[in-house]
């Protein structure tokens, strides 16, 4: 049974930071592509940056040059750094794991950021 538990959420002032973790257990993290999405009120879930298994990242242009995933196969654990935080990136974000070869899915259970001053 793969968990992902992510950490770190809460409140922030807009041009503040926050970072956000996520634990895996009960997999072989090293191969799993991992990925942190959102959802906003009233707004579908959205992708904000993902990591392969081999480190190659993505990022969606909204979050470009604020937010710095990584992955840490040693503990196990992704993590997305916030900067520059602004009041549109408030939301429950979401950590994901996807095997690469066999496309398995895994979502965390969400954790609230709110920007707000």
């Known amino acids: 049974q793969v968990r992902l538990v992510e950490s770190g959420g809460g409140l922030a002032q807009p041009g503040g930071s926050l970072t956000l973790s996520c634990a895996a257990s009960?997999?072989?993290?090293?191969?799993?592509?991992m990925g942190w999405y959102r959802q906003a009120p009233g707004k579908q879930r959205e992708l904000v940056a993902t990591?392969?298994?081999?480190?190659?990242?993505n990022y969606a242009d909204a979050v470009k040059g604020r937010f710095t995933i990584s992955r840490n196969n040693a503990k196990d654990t992704v993590t997305l750094q916030m900067n520059s935080l602004k009041a549109e990136d408030t939301a429950i974000y979401y950590c994901?794991?996807?095997?690469?070869?066999?496309?398995?899915?895994?979502w965390g259970q969400g954790t609230q950021v709110t920007v707000s001053s």
């Open positions: 994901n794991a996807v095997h690469e070869m066999f496309r398995y899915e895994y």
């Open positions: 009960g997999t072989i993290f090293s191969i799993y592509a």
């Open positions: 990591i392969t298994s081999g480190s190659i990242t």
